[in-house]
């Protein structure tokens, strides 16, 4: 007999007919008749498939009655029509073979809530619960609508290296990659580790971003992105910053600031418009328990056009507010999640693509303005999260990107490979960098990028 997912099981109307299908216990109740019912889930979808256990099947005392929350088993029986409300398919079963028990007395998801802080630290058996089962299909969903996105435009599939000797954001967050053995280095004359001993022979990292990659194959074949795990030693403990996260970063030749913005609209709204095409009964969950406000805010994307202002502008609006920020706002300063959140939920009611900002604090590859003072860059804001995306158009120009460089400090020869596609057919070329885990926040109201992650590491945390 083939096995089926619940989801596909719960799809059938073929009454009488036979069915297999396995899962974990959600539920089981004992009736006086001496039958039970089993809601038996295998994450397939949102629901559960409720399962009959007749008092005369022959394990019914010796197994099914042992058979509490989180025990696995497979099940045959008959597909019936459900007389309960809200559930349309149930099995009758013919056969239930216990495949693992859990222990009542041991297994920590008991009915009762259980906190999100408490789930981190069973990160390994959360996947069993609602809402990260439905944070999982919603994540799932992203990164196909993603692929889909990007190749039915024509963009190129391309895997950047994780290792990397380039600080591709120049802000010197990087993990070492390193073989050598800290209790005893190799050390140079004055008493310095010694790098040229290590594995690559020179200083090696965790990438914080695939973008430089990217910009070597725009120039290239046009039109790239990668999606991969990136890497950030910030010792910033909030809810949206993780040490490894997820990016997709497009990049395009022949594209200026303008054509970036466009395509991450049409990306954030396409990737809006598939979770709800495809994820409804686990977007109904999230707005009834996690986020009132969900299906306003994803319609918002879906109908209407994303604001577009520049960084002077916001800057503008900010210092007019009638409220007390907790970081002023004054032109030069970095925009704070506070002030992206008012934007986006107070200003304009949807999200917002805020461009032109201070050369100052963006990273070196940005192009400059003509004003002198700002770069092409642009961050796309949405309610509860803020910035979802970063991204601007290139230095394209040598001599440009060479200041650039020298203004930040950094060192020209140890990018001189960067250089090189200035002056080898330089072209204007844009790109930008979408945050996944920020993305599913968005998507399904969760409050927290360490619920959204199978296994978050943040600062002091890489248990699993
Ligand atoms: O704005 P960021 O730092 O831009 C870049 O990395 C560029 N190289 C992208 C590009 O132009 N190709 O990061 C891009 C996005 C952010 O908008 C945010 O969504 C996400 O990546 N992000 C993080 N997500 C979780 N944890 C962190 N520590 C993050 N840092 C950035
Ligand atoms: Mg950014």
Redesign the pocket.
């Known amino acids: 007999m083939e096995r089926q997912l619940i989801r596909q099981a719960l799809a059938r109307s073929d009454f009488g007919s036979v069915v297999t299908v396995a899962g974990w216990v959600r539920t089981r109740r004992d009736s006086k008749g001496g039958f039970s019912f089993i809601e038996l889930n295998d994450g397939s979808c949102f629901g559960s498939i409720q399962v009959i256990a007749d008092g005369d099947l022959p394990n019914y005392e010796s197994e099914i009655l042992r058979m509490g929350i989180g025990s696995s088993a497979k099940v045959t029986g008959t597909l019936t029509e459900s007389p309960g409300q809200g559930q349309s398919v149930e099995i009758k079963a013919a056969s239930i073979e216990v495949l693992g028990f859990a222990d009542p007395e041991t297994y920590p998801l008991q009915k009762k809530r259980v906190s999100f802080e408490r789930l981190r630290e069973i990160a390994h058996l959360r996947a069993r619960t609602n809402t990260i089962g439905a944070v999982t299909r919603v994540r799932n969903a992203l990164s196909y609508a993603t692929h889909q996105f990007y190749q039915e435009r024509g963009f190129l599939y391309l895997t950047a290296p994780l290792i990397t000797a380039s600080d591709?954001?120049g802000?010197g967050e990087m993990f070492r990659v390193t073989t050598i053995d800290p209790a005893n280095p190799p050390l140079t004359a004055d008493g310095a580790v010694d790098w040229s001993e290590d594995f690559f022979g020179k200083p090696a990292f965790l990438t914080?971003?695939?973008?430089l990659s990217?910009e070597a194959y725009a120039l290239a074949v046009d039109r790239v992105y990668t999606f991969g795990p990136?890497f950030?030693a910030?010792n910033?403990n909030t809810r949206?910053?993780?040490?490894e996260?997820w990016?997709i970063?497009?990049?395009m030749a022949f594209a200026d600031l303008s054509d970036n913005a466009d395509l991450a609209e049409d990306y954030v709204r396409y990737m809006v418009r598939h979770v709800l095409n495809t994820c409804g009964d686990d977007l109904e969950f999230f707005a009834k328990w996690v986020d009132e406000s969900l299906m306003d805010s994803l319609a918002a994307v879906v109908d209407n056009q994303f604001e577009r202002i520049t960084y002077t502008e916001a800057v503008d609006l900010l210092g007019k507010a009638d409220r007390d920020f907790e970081y002023p706002s004054t032109w030069g300063s970095d925009l704070q999640a506070e002030h992206e959140r008012y934007l986006v939920e107070e200003v304009f009611g949807k999200p917002v693509i805020v461009t032109d900002f201070p050369f100052d604090f963006k990273?070196f590859y940005m192009r400059r303005n003509d004003d002198g003072k700002t770069v092409a860059a642009m961050?796309?804001l949405v309610p509860q999260v803020g910035?979802?995306?970063?991204?601007?158009q290139r230095e394209e120009r040598l001599d440009v990107l060479a200041d650039s460089m020298r203004i930040k400090g950094m060192d020209k020869e140890h990018y001189w490979w960067y250089l090189d596609l200035r002056r080898f057919g330089t072209a204007p070329h844009a790109?930008?960098?979408?945050?996944?885990?920020?993305?599913v926040l968005f998507t399904t109201g969760m409050q927290n990028?360490r619920d959204v992650i199978p296994f978050p590491r943040t600062p002091r945390n890489a248990e699993f």
């Not at 910035?387 to 601007?392: K, L, R």
């Not at 790109?431 to 920020?438: A, I, K, S, T, Y």
Request: proline fraction near 2%; avoid cysteine.
């Open positions: 591709a954001e802000a914080v971003s695939g973008q990217a990136t950030r910030e910033s949206r910053h993780l040490a996260f990016m970063e497009p990049e990273a961050d796309v910035e979802i995306v970063g991204g601007s790109g930008f960098g979408l945050g996944l885990e920020r993305m990028v």
